[in-house]
């Protein structure tokens, strides 16, 4: 059986011109936790207003993610899914070497 890519939904899919602004280290606290955890915040722009997608590594195998702004009560797999394709390229993968010394 072929799949049809073009019946697949795009996660970004009802956003115009969704870009990534801003990838960095927040603070945060959930309700499964009384300490404070480290959480990465996506902070992103549309035509239609500004978002955030929060991911929060519970433990090693096990993350959540939080929608806020334009995709305030998004569904955990579209918000994953959103986070994967608006996050920039990270640094660490690019092939530099490291200037020491």
Known sequence: ???????????????????????ERFPIRTRE????????????TTDDGEGTIYLVEIS???AIFRGGGVLLGWPQPRLEAA?????????ESSPQTLQLG
């Open 33 to 44: 936790s009384s300490a404070t955890l480290s959480a990465w915040r996506l902070e992103i």
């Open 1 to 23: 059986m072929e799949i049809d890519s073009q019946n697949e939904k795009s996660p970004l899919e009802g956003l115009s011109n969704a870009g990534a602004i801003a990838l």
């Open 83 to 91: 986070y994967h394709a608006l996050k920039p390229a990270s640094e």
């Open 60 to 62: 090693p195998d096990r």
